[in-house]
T-cell receptor, first 113, second 112 residues
Framework: DVKVTQSSRYLVKRTGEKVFLECVQD?????MFWYRQDPGLGLRLIYF???????EKGDIPEGYSVSREKKERFSLILESASTNQTSMYLC????????????FGQGTRLTVV | GDSVTQMEGPVTLSEEAFLTINCTYT??????LFWYVQYPGEGLQLLLK?????DKGSNKGFEATYRKETTSFHLEKGSVQVSDSAVYFC???????????FGGGTRLMVKP
């Protein structure tokens, strides 16, 4: 059974804290993505990575960074959490090639207080 | 840039009713089109897809046809069940990296 696993389902952090969201996939996929999901806005792409140590900005990268030191792991970092980063965060992975299916983790609901 | 527009919800139906969720897109070239479903407390999972014009994707009784002339990919099901209650996302993928552009999502609530 293929899996994308996010380290936490729920997280509460204080304003100004550095926050790490971890994502691990066991499918040997090249491509990994971080989205945030907000009501009425759908999913918006934060960052993505096509390979180890490679990263590209998505549509809303401000306030975030990422790390991909190993193929199976893609971390999202909030350098200094703010209340407007309270959201659901979803990690996804794809294999390379056209029209392949995306596999999503269960999501991390982050609340910044 | 690419965009996907889908009808706002929530959509509330009685069991065995007919479902349509509208989706239209804007993209250059020939994108692939997808419907993803998110059940309560879970991540998204692929429901169906279509990769070229006039293709019909189908799964679990759901269908959607890729209409290039109207840039649409409407989701339909002839008889919904309570277990179909979820949020449905229309999405497109245009580039080789398979980056998905999502619509805003439509919440479906099916009552017994």
């Amino acid at each position: 059974d293929v899996k994308v696993t996010q380290s936490s389902r729920y997280l509460v952090k204080r304003t100004g804290e550095k926050v790490f969201l971890e994502c691990v996939q066991d499918m040997d996929h090249e491509n990994m993505f971080w989205y945030r999901q907000d009501p009425g806005l759908g999913l918006r792409l934060i960052y993505f990575s096509y390979d180890v140590k490679m990263k590209e900005k998505g549509d809303i990268p401000e306030g975030y960074s990422v790390s991909r030191e190993k193929k199976e792991r893609f971390s999202l970092i909030l350098e200094s959490a703010s209340t407007n980063q309270t959201s659901m965060y979803l990690c996804a992975s794809f294999s390379a090639g056209r029209n392949t299916e995306a596999f999503f983790g269960q999501g991390t609901r982050l609340t910044v207080v | 840039g690419d965009s996907v527009t889908q009808m706002e919800g929530p959509v509330t139906l009685s069991e065995e009713a007919f479902l349509t969720i509208n989706c239209t897109y804007t993209a250059t070239g020939y994108p692939s089109l997808f419907w993803y479903v998110q059940y309560p407390g879970e991540g998204l999972q692929l429901l169906l897809k279509a990769t070229k014009a006039d293709d019909k994707g189908s799964n679990k009784g759901f269908e959607a046809t890729y209409r290039k002339e109207t840039t649409s990919f409407h989701l339909e099901k002839g008889s919904v069940q309570v277990s179909d209650s979820a949020v449905y996302f229309c999405a497109l993928s245009r580039n080789a990296g398979n980056m998905l552009t999502f619509g805003g999502g439509t919440r479906l609530m099916v009552k017994p």
